[in-house]
């Protein structure tokens, strides 16, 4: 199979995840959280010999769960992320996780299906469970319904694997240096989900089932680690509070947060959750003089000026904007979102070295990242502004596909077929949106 065809199923994968049929959501993509949950998660994944390969991503939910759909990606819902009280806690999650991972445990169940003999199939196959959940096609993303029998073929855990998951699990954090005590909090926050009718369990209850037998040999596994020394936790804890503090500034009321941002770990996360609660009120004066003030005190990084970025483009100081971003980009040259921004920052500019600049960073973002829904919508622009209407209309497809709106997909995909050069690698990628769509509705 092409590339761009593994890279096509996988986006499909990334918008087809579990959630309540009458709606249907999508990821929630931050560079700074993104950073720190990665930096958070990497001992783990080098514990359980998955590398650098495997990336966390939050989804846009506020039920407790996390799922893994392949061997790249572990999903961690936002509510979840919230909930969590420490950095221990949400590695515990991810070390299950990976040990499913690791233990071929999606591998496995997919081989057996029908339609996912090859990665475009894993993307089909999700698609049809989504229809199965009666989750409408023209929403943002598709959803899987929770009740649909094929979304629980997919995502169900068995009690076996369960239990090979959480003993794996406990070992990548003891390898680690990690304390497994985490690991017993967490599933001591699901106890008593399962005498719960399911309409009221979280969803990471249905897909994960537990048994007290289960909760108790977990907590023997942690046991027999309590004497041990562990390595220090600091860093973690404060890219944890950081990437919880930014994630509930984003998604809670701002009074909620401007009530809770003094009992914040650092100045730093502190000033953050301010700012970005006074941009949300909105109060462009006051979140511009927290942001200034926050970027004053951490000029080297690179995550800061981003949010300045952020918080400058969308109060339509694009100048300034263009600026802030510009700086994180230099900080961090290769963020695919950071890239994103700055490109979008240039396109508000419009003007003629603007449209030029915004192109580079956009491409050269979507060339490291080709998952992000925004940049693909901005590098649509981009270029259509360049005169490039072929790729404009190959991008825009894929942004519908990776939305789930494979019949417009197909539209733009079609359109982007006679605009390019037969044979080429657009031309190719048009093929891939074009067989995708086609594919789904069998």
Not at 72 to 93: K, M, W, Y
Not at 247 to 272: E, N, Y
Not at 388 to 398: F, I, K, P, R, Y
């Amino acid at each position: 199979m092409r590339q761009a065809a593994r890279v096509l199923a996988t986006a499909l994968c990334l918008t087809l995840i579990a959630t309540l049929p009458a709606r249907a959501i999508g990821l929630l993509r931050d560079p700074d959280i993104e950073y720190a949950l990665n930096t958070i998660a990497s001992p783990i994944l080098n514990a359980a010999g998955l590398g650098s390969r495997v990336q966390v991503l939050v989804v846009n939910d506020q039920s407790l769960n996390a799922f893994v759909v392949d061997a790249e990606h572990i999903f961690i819902h936002a509510g979840l992320l919230a909930r969590l009280q420490n950095a221990s806690q949400l590695q515990s999650v991810i070390a299950h996780e990976a040990a499913h991972i690791a233990n071929g445990h999606m591998a496995r169940r997919l081989s057996n299906m029908r339609t996912a003999r090859t990665a475009a199939g894993l993307g089909l196959a999700l698609a049809a469970a989504a229809a199965a959940g009666g989750a409408g096609g023209a929403a943002a993303g598709i959803a899987i319904g929770s009740q649909s029998s094929a979304a629980r073929v997919l995502f169900a855990h068995t009690r076996a694997e369960e239990a090979s998951a959480d003993q794996a699990g406990v070992r990548y954090m003891v390898n680690a240096g990690v304390n497994p005590k985490g690991a017993v909090e967490v599933v001591d926050i699901f106890r008593g989900q399962e005498a719960l009718s399911v309409s009221r369990q979280d969803p990471y209850t249905r897909t994960h089932p537990l048994t007290q037998d289960r909760f108790r040999a977990l907590q023997g596994f942690a046991a027999a680690y309590a004497d041990r020394a562990w390595a220090d936790s600091s860093s973690a804890d404060y890219w944890f509070a950081r990437a919880q503090g930014k994630l509930t500034a984003f998604t809670r009321a701002p009074s909620w947060t401007l009530r809770r941002a003094k009992s914040s770990v650092t100045d730093d996360i502190r000033l953050m959750r301010e700012a970005v609660a006074y941009h949300r009120q909105p109060n462009a004066k006051k979140a511009i003089a927290t942001i200034d003030k926050l970027a004053a005190a951490r000029p080297k990084d690179p995550f800061v000026h981003e949010l300045r970025g952020q918080i400058l483009l969308e109060s339509r100081n694009f100048g300034a904007a263009t600026n802030a971003y510009g700086r994180a980009v230099n900080l961090a040259p290769n963020d695919p979102l950071i890239l994103g921004g700055y490109g979008r920052a240039l396109l508000a500019l419009n003007t003629a070295d603007g449209n030029k600049r915004a192109l580079a960073a956009l491409e050269k973002a979507r060339r490291i990242d080709r998952y992000s829904a925004a940049v693909l919508r901005d590098l649509g622009m981009a270029y259509a502004r360049a005169g490039q209407n072929g790729m404009a209309s190959l991008v825009t497809a894929e942004r519908y596909a990776l939305n789930g709106r494979l019949n417009d997909a197909a539209l733009h995909a079609k359109r982007a077929e006679g605009l390019l050069p037969r044979g080429s690698a657009p031309w190719q990628r048009a093929q891939d949106v074009l067989t995708a769509a086609k594919a789904a509705p069998k």
